[in-house]
């Protein structure tokens, strides 16, 4: 499960990375004792619809309840993710406007955007970890290739022959080139600006495989239009119980997911981080909200602000390792 694996990480780093002024060291602003005493924003840096404004909506509802006071959902979408996380780095530190981050602008884009306004590790305190989805490797039925194993196979069999579509700099992509490294494949990268056409042409045949959101690609594989060799998640996912892990297919220790968490402006006073916290760590305990989270394909987390913050340094290093070795930019 995602979380075993989110205690293990903390584990293993804490000896060797020290908190940054994100886990609070800096300052904090005064503290409002009627907290909250009006609407709180989530600010989610993608277009409505997706799937991290559909978590966001998730969330908002049950927390407004709990905090009696009206939770608004704000997308600031483009630069992916950096414009709606510089909105929130440069708000106050008052609890009122918070950041439903993602693997891309909290952990990817400081080592794949050459300068970005805003420092993920300085400029936040971490809340809670909400959720994760991990990736399903996909490939059209005409390929030839019935698991995992023979997906690499004969990948190696035609070096640079067989190719995938993912966004350059996601997470989709990252992933992808980790496998590559892992498996010492080489599958060609055909770049797309957004995750929905690259599903498209994987269905139609124009492009042969991808490491794809559940969210986006579940329904096609049901449907048969495409096929599920594998997840990328360290367990097998409910909906694909048949579809083994990549770790179960040979390659051990591989893991990717994009990862969804609640981030606040450095500098928020500990005791509404720690408010938020409690209020979010119920919500996501409650049955009706995991069961909403997981019907639309979102693996339930939780997890303390500090262990987010380790976290967040974990996947900073794994991530940015990937980048600098391949050489991806942001375009």
């Known amino acids: 499960m995602f979380a075993r694996r989110l205690m293990a990480l903390i584990a293993a780093i804490s000896t060797l990375l020290p908190l940054t002024s994100a886990l609070g060291q800096s300052a904090p602003a ?5 907290y909250p005493s009006r609407a709180l924003k989530i600010v989610v840096p993608l277009a409505a619809g997706g799937p991290t404004d559909i978590l966001a909506r998730i969330v908002a509802q049950p927390l407004s ?9 704000d997308n600031r979408p483009g630069a992916g993710g950096n414009i709606g996380a510089e909105l929130v780095a440069k708000s106050s530190a008052d609890g009122y406007t918070l950041f439903m981050g993602t693997s891309g602008p909290l952990s990817i884009n400081s080592s794949l955007y050459e300068k970005l306004s805003y420092d993920p590790l300085r400029d936040f305190v971490p809340i809670i970890l909400v959720a994760s989805a991990p990736f399903v490797v996909a490939i059209n039925p005409s390929i030839p290739a019935k698991s995992f194993k023979d997906l690499i196979a004969l990948a190696r069999q035609k070096p640079g022959k067989l190719n995938y579509g993912s966004v350059p700099g996601s997470a989709s992509h990252l992933a992808t080139e980790l496998f590559k490294n892992m498996a010492g ?3 060609l990268h055909i770049p797309y600006k957004g995750a929905a056409p690259a599903t ?4 139609s045949g124009e492009i042969e495989l991808s490491f794809a959101s559940t969210p986006g690609v579940l329904p096609h594989i049901k449907a048969g239009r495409l096929r599920a060799l594998a997840v990328t998640s360290p367990k097998r996912l409910a909906q694909l119980p048949d579809v083994p892990t990549i770790a179960e297919s040979g390659l051990t220790g591989y893991e990717a997911s994009v990862w969804y968490g609640l981030v606040a402006p450095a500098n928020t006073p500990r005791e509404i981080v720690m ?3 409690r209020e979010s760590t119920q919500i996501i305990q409650e049955r009706g909200t995991r069961e909403r989270m997981m019907s639309s394909d979102f693996d339930p987390v939780g997890s303390t602000p500090e262990q987010f913050g380790k976290f967040i340094q974990s996947e900073t290093i794994k991530w940015g390792g990937i980048v600098k070795s391949k050489g991806i930019r942001a375009e």
């Open 200 to 203: 498209n042409d994987l269905i």
């Open 30 to 34: 005064a503290v409002d004792a009627n």
């Open 185 to 187: 494949v080489d599958i």
């Open 65 to 73: 309840e709990r905090v009696g006071q009206p939770v608004i959902i």
């Open 275 to 277: 408010r938020l916290n």
